[in-house]
């Protein structure tokens, strides 16, 4: 079969040879990352009855796995899924074990749970970014992939409204320190099942590179000018984003509206980034990834402030659903640049930096927002928000050498040059829709 065709669709995405097991496999680990944070955090709570030491846990745990994404990346970049993958998840699944375990003893010591926290969250497999480079590999063109971008970062998206879901069944009937073990469960699983699928295969480590066009693993500061501009924007658009979270509490507490409406506005947002995540998908763009980017990001920014202007909850409603809209492109736009951009051996950490962005744009954003709704006007909180997302768009964006072709490895056909995919001398890889928690 040609993964060739003028106007794809999601269904041809998933009959290319491989398509359906290996993402049906990355989402079964990827559920994790959904379950594991609340879970987590009600084990937590539970064990210490302290909320103050429940969030530094949290706060541990998110951070080494934010921050050391690349790393982890650059383990799988060089030495393949199949090396690399597969035990860092075993490490993580036993680690959220022991985090488990000690939760289930009330009186551990803080100490003991921060460091437990500090090393699962540290080995927390990057199954996201591998999954985007296989369909890199999977898709030579350019249409086919952005296509698959768009159904990757909504399924994520679901993902992170069903995983709280499935814990809120579970600790129905047990205890929360089983959602825990659960989330090990299903990373273990899920990435067993994904670096036995033979399109991981295709992903190969960096040091078997045959083209001479850059050191293995090594993107040079070529490599970080062309990822300045996706990585800028996933930041601004993880910092918007947390914001709406808190802003929306606020705005429901100043009219003295109870929880649920909070509730029924933030998923206007992730309803919104699905509905934009597919519309992306399915417009075959004429012009180029970079050249869309800011207009998506600039297009979040402005919708920020007309939520500040809201004067009721269906107005802001629409208002947030409007920004949603721009969140899923935004970022599988990103993601494609970081993909086209990234340098033999840098794929997948390409890909990692974006969701380091994301995730950290989103805990700066939180934070930062908190500070500021106690001091100024709730109108003036929601445009500084979307300024944010404003002055990402005006990062240049700058491309990384003269491309070359590079054909998929799985299609049956060698691809066709032509104007459907530019062509680029390098490869690589959402998070792909409106939540930015911390998702690997």
């Not at 103050?52 to 949290?58: I, N």
């Not at 980034?273 to 763009?285: D, E, Q, R, T």
Request: aromatic letters at 4%; charged letters at 10%; proline letters at 8%.
């Amino acid at each position: 079969m040609s993964t060739h065709a003028p106007r794809p669709s999601y269904a041809a995405v998933l009959r290319v040879p491989h398509a359906r097991r290996t993402f049906a496999a990355a989402l079964v680990g990827r559920l994790s990352y959904g379950t594991v944070a609340l879970a987590l955090m009600l084990s937590l709570t539970r064990s210490t009855g302290s909320y103050a030491v429940a969030g530094t846990v949290m706060a541990i745990f998110g951070a080494t796995g934010v921050f050391l994404s690349p790393y982890r990346a650059a383990l799988v970049d060089r030495h393949g899924p199949r090396r690399a993958l597969l035990p860092m998840a075993l490490l993580y699944a036993a680690l959220l074990c022991a985090l488990a375990a000690v939760c289930a003893r009330p009186g551990t010591p803080a100490a003991v749970l921060a460091v437990t926290a500090a090393f699962a969250g540290a080995c927390t497999p990057p199954l996201g970014p591998t999954m985007r480079a296989v369909w890199a590999e999977l898709l030579p063109d350019r249409a086919m992939l952005q296509r698959a971008y768009s159904l990757d970062g909504v399924a994520e998206e679901l993902l992170f409204v069903s995983g709280p879901l499935l814990v809120g069944v579970v600790i129905g009937v047990a205890p929360p320190t089983v959602g825990v073990v659960l989330s090990a469960l299903l990373v273990t699983v899920g990435t067993l099942a994904f670096v036995t699928s033979p399109a991981a295969g295709v992903l190969r480590p960096a040091e078997r590179a045959k083209d001479g066009s850059a050191p293995a693993g090594r993107g040079g500061a070529g490599q970080g000018r062309a990822l300045l501009q996706p990585v800028a924007v996933a930041a601004g658009v993880g910092i918007s984003v947390s914001a709406v979270d808190l802003l929306v509490v606020a705005f429901a507490g100043q009219r003295g509206l109870g929880g649920s409406t909070v509730a029924w506005v933030l998923a206007a947002l992730s309803a919104g980034s699905a509905v934009g995540g597919l519309l992306n998908g399915a417009i075959a763009w004429s012009s180029a990834a970079r050249a869309r980017l800011p207009f998506l990001a600039a297009g979040l920014g402005v919708c920020m402030v007309a939520a500040g202007l809201a004067s009721g909850v269906g107005t802001l409603a629409v208002a947030v659903a409007c920004a949603g809209l721009f969140v899923a492109p935004a970022l599988t736009t990103a993601y494609l640049i970081a993909e086209e951009s990234a340098a033999p051996g840098f794929r997948i950490r390409a890909g990692a930096w974006c969701n380091t962005a994301v995730n950290a744009g989103g805990s700066a954003g939180a934070a930062a927002v908190g500070l500021l709704v106690e001091r100024l006007p709730l109108p003036v909180c929601f445009a500084v928000s979307g300024a944010v997302a404003v002055a990402a768009a005006l990062v240049p964006g700058c491309r990384r050498g003269r491309p070359v072709e590079r054909p998929g490895l799985l299609s049956r056909r060698p691809s066709r040059s032509g104007p459907t995919r530019p062509t680029h001398p390098t490869r690589p890889s959402p998070r792909g829709a409106s939540g930015v928690s911390d998702r690997p």
